[in-house]
């Protein structure tokens, strides 16, 4: 993995997610609002909201009003997305050949890497919300790095097809890791609101 890249991936995302939170209320819902608001709300301040918002909030009940277990959701949802694509990835490699086929390898092993990445990150955030102090934010400091990797990998599985001719494969690849790459943006713009908690 080239740190120089993933580094740059989170430095991007702290400042962008905190250029667009600044015109997004930090403030908790009031105490009549309910667990839906709070993730719409929350979710306003990512790239993707509409998106983040339809897969996060069948999670209401989960999340409650705790950024801490949105944070984690997402990033549960986005290894999910990343493991089931990266099955899809292996089983087009299998009836694949020439520089098709070794795109689709590097491609499935780059997507398992993110999807370790994203359960690095799922572990980081597990019982946040009862850490104290530095141990805070030093976790949540790792969880945007594992997350920034994770985005650095999905990339890197693209890029691999840039030499590849065209077909209906290199599309349908291409589509698939460009929409988990929204919900690990989505993921990572949530962790990086918990800086400011």
């Known amino acids: ?39 719409r709300k929350c979710c306003a301040a990512t790239l993707y909201p509409g998106l983040c918002y339809t897969s996060l909030s069948g999670y209401a009940n989960e999340v409650q009003q705790s950024t801490v277990e949105l944070a984690r959701v997402a990033a549960k949802l986005t290894r999910a997305r990343l493991r089931s694509t990266a099955f899809h990835v292996a089983a087009l490699c299998r009836g694949a050949t020439g520089p098709e086929r070794g795109a689709l390898r590097d491609c499935s092993e780059q997507l398992d890497d993110a999807a370790e990445w994203a359960r690095n990150t799922v572990a980081e955030l597990k019982g946040l919300d009862g850490a104290v102090g530095p141990e805070v934010a030093s976790r949540v400091s790792n969880a945007l790095t594992w997350m920034s990797a994770a985005l650095t990998s999905e990339d890197t599985c693209t890029d691999g097809f840039l030499v590849v001719a065209a077909s209906s494969v290199k599309a349908d690849v291409c589509h698939r890791v460009r929409k988990v790459e929204k919900y690990t943006s989505n993921a990572l713009a949530l962790i990086h609101r918990l800086r400011f908690n």
């Open 1 to 39: 993995m080239k740190m120089v890249a993933c580094y740059a991936y989170v430095f991007f995302f702290v400042f962008l997610a905190g250029a667009v939170s600044a015109a997004v209320s930090e403030e908790t819902p009031s105490g009549g609002s309910n667990s839906t608001e709070f993730i």
